[in-house]
């Protein structure tokens, strides 16, 4: 639909930015999919990391294996028939073990380690071709894509956040108590933006948009005019 202009170099970037839990995964890929562009999961990669350094029994203090792995990272996205995207890691399906609470809660250490940031900066910025990327993330606005023309950061409340978590892992036969939920997304959220390097934070330029007030279909179809706006 919004094609890109052949005059401009780079193909066309959106970042969607916002803490966990805030509906960025959902709202990128309704986006991505209507405008049909590539998608950048960044929290995705930093979920991997935190895999691969368990798998190889590497700690989290050592910063210099840390960003070996980030280097070396070996992972294939592969979109799969049915929608979706396996990710694998060596050649293992590991699309249901990066979502796991840990794993997320991991995945936050190693993307305060500044070397692991640095090794995925321009792996990240691979995923930009035509005919236009939606980036999901933390520094997609800030640090990876800072001349993308839409950005986005979305909100929530802890409690609403936590209380979206604690609806999937019912629907995945889980239990979990909402306040323990609360609790770990707070110091989630404390440690990517109070960290030194890329904190999450709104870019100056980005429009912020509460998802707790909305539904998603509102939320897409507001990022949907600010595409429209831009590039029509
Ligand atoms: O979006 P997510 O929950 O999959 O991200 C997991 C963690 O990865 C998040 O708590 C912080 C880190 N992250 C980051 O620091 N920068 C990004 N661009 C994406 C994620």
């Not at 980036?135 to 997609?140: I, P």
């Not at 001349?147 to 036969?173: C, N």
Request: charged share 30%; proline share 4%; with cysteine.
């Amino acid at each position: 639909m919004f094609q890109n202009n052949m005059s401009q170099k780079k193909p066309p970037v959106i970042t969607i930015d916002g803490p966990a839990g805030s509906g960025k995964g959902t709202i990128s890929q309704k986006v991505a999919e209507q405008l049909g562009w590539n998608i950048l999961d960044s929290g995705a990669l930093y979920r991997l990391v935190a895999l691969a350094a368990e798998k190889k029994d590497v700690d989290f203090d050592t910063e210099d294996s840390l960003s070996e792995i980030a280097e070396a990272l070996d992972v294939t996205f592969t979109p799969c028939a049915g929608g979706g995207v396996a990710i694998l890691l060596e050649g293992d399906d590991v699309s249901l073990a990066i979502r796991s609470e840990d794993c997320g809660c991991a995945a936050s250490k190693v993307a305060a380690v500044k070397p692991v940031r640095a090794a995925l900066l321009e792996r990240q910025r691979r995923f930009l071709d035509l005919p236009g990327l939606v980036a999901d993330g933390r520094d997609m606005g800030t640090v990876v894509f800072p001349d993308a023309k839409v950005k986005i950061f979305l909100t929530a409340s802890a409690e609403i956040r936590a209380e979206r978590r604690l609806k999937q892992l019912k629907e995945q036969g889980i239990n979990a108590n909402l306040r323990g939920l609360i609790d770990d997304i707070e110091e989630r959220d404390a440690r990517d933006m109070n960290r030194k390097d890329a904190p999450l934070v709104p870019a100056d330029d980005a429009i912020i948009i509460d998802t707790g007030k909305s539904t998603i279909d509102e939320v897409v179809s507001e990022v949907m005019d600010t595409v429209k706006n831009v590039y029509s």
